[in-house]
C-alpha cells in the first residue's frame, strides 16, 4: 500500500528537498505550503521529474487551513504515514548576539504562532490519522539552537549566536517532541526531533555551508525509520545531540 506523507513548508528550502527525497522512495508525497503560487510552482516542479507529489495549501498557524487539510487527507487517503513538521519562521532579525532584553513581544508571539503553536496544533489533528498507519512518523525540524546544551556550553559555535525567539521556539519543540514520543511510545507512532546542520536557504542564508539537498537529510532519515529505529531522540546527520 503506498505510504503517504505530509511535508509543512514545502516550496523550498528544506522541505522542498525533503518532498523531492520522500517523493524519490516511491511515497506519495503532500506539499504544504502556505502560499498556493509558490506552493503549485514546487509541484510542478517536482511533478516534471515524474514525482508523486501533490500541492496542499496548508497555512500552520491557521485552523481553517489545518481542518481542511484533515479532512482532505482522511477523505482521499484515510491514513498518514509521515507528517514532517518543517515549516518555521525566523522574526529576530539578527542571528549575532543575544536579544532577550528587548526583542519585541510581537516577535515572539509571532514566531511561537508558527514554530510552536502551529506545529502543535496541526499534529494533535492530523493524529488520528497517523495512528491509523502501520507505522506512523513524526518528524519536527528543530535547530541546534533550540538545545540548553548548546547554548550553555562557551566553547560551542552557537554560543555567541541567541536570537531568543526563534531559539526559544525550537526548545519548546523540542519539549513537544519528548512529551509526544512519551505519550505514543505504546503504539506504532514514532517521534523525534532533527537539526537539519546550518544550511544555504532565506533562514540559514548564504553563509551556510549545507545545501538544502544534504539539510534535508535528517530528517529524511528519521521520516523513513524501521520498526527498531528510536524514538524521542534529537540528532543531526545520524548523531544524537545534547538537548
Ligand atoms: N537553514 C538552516 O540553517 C536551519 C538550521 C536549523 C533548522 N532549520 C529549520 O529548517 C526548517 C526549514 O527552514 P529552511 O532553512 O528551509 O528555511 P526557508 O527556506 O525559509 O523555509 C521555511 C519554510 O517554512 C514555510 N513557512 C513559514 N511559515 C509558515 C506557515 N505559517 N505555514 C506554512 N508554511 C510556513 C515557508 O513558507 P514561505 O515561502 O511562504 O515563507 C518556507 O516554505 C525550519 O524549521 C527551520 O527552523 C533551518
Redesign the pocket.
Known amino acids: 500500500m503506498t505510504k503517504i506523507a505530509l511535508v509543512?513548508?514545502?516550496?523550498?528550502?528544506?522541505?522542498f528537498e525533503t518532498v523531492r527525497q520522500l517523493a524519490a522512495q516511491n511515497i506519495k508525497v503532500l506539499l504544504?505550503?502556505?502560499?498556493e503560487q509558490?506552493g503549485k510552482k514546487a509541484e510542478e516542479i517536482l511533478q516534471d521529474d515524474s514525482l508523486d507529489v501533490e500541492f496542499i495549501k496548508?497555512?500552520?498557524?491557521d485552523s481553517q487551513d489545518i481542518e481542511n487539510t484533515k479532512a482532505y487527507i482522511e477523505r482521499a487517503y484515510g491514513k498518514l504515514d509521515i507528517l514532517v513538521n518543517?515549516?518555521?519562521?525566523?522574526l529576530d532579525g539578527e542571528w549575532f548576539g543575544n536579544n532577550v532584553e528587548s526583542v519585541p513581544m510581537k516577535t515572539l508571539r509571532d514566531t511561537f504562532d508558527?514554530?510552536y503553536f502551529?506545529t502543535v496544533e496541526l499534529t494533535q489533528a492530523l493524529l488520528p490519522l497517523i495512528k491509523k498507519s502501520d507505522a506512523g512518523r513524526i518528524v519536527n525540524?528543530?535547530?541546534?539552537?533550540g538545545s540548553f546544551g548548546a547554548h550553555l556550553d562557551k566553547n560551542h559555535w552557537l554560543y555567541q549566536l541567541k536570537p531568543f525567539a526563534y531559539s526559544a521556539s525550537?526548545t519548546a519543540l523540542n519539549q513537544f517532541t519528548v512529551f509526544l514520543a512519551n505519550a505514543l511510545k505504546e503504539t506504532n507512532v514514532k517521534v523525534n526531533a532533527a537539526?537539519?546542520?546550518?544550511?544555504k536557504?532565506?533562514?540559514?542564508s548564504d553563509e551556510?555551508p549545507l545545501t538544502?539537498e544534504e539539510?534535508a537529510k535528517t530528517g529524511v532519515a528519521l521520516a523513513l525509520l524501521d520498526d527498531n529505529g528510536p524514538a524521542g531522540t534529537f540528532s543531526q546527520a545520524g548523531e544524537n545531540i545534547t538537548w
Request: aromatic share 4%; proline share 5%.
Open positions: 509543512t513548508g514545502g516550496n523550498k528550502g528544506i522541505g504544504g505550503a502556505r502560499n509558490e496548508l497555512d500552520i498557524s518543517n515549516a518555521a519562521v525566523f508558527i514554530n502551529g525540524i528543530s535547530s541546534l539552537s525550537k537539526s537539519p546542520g546550518w544550511v536557504t532565506s533562514i540559514g551556510a538544502p539539510g
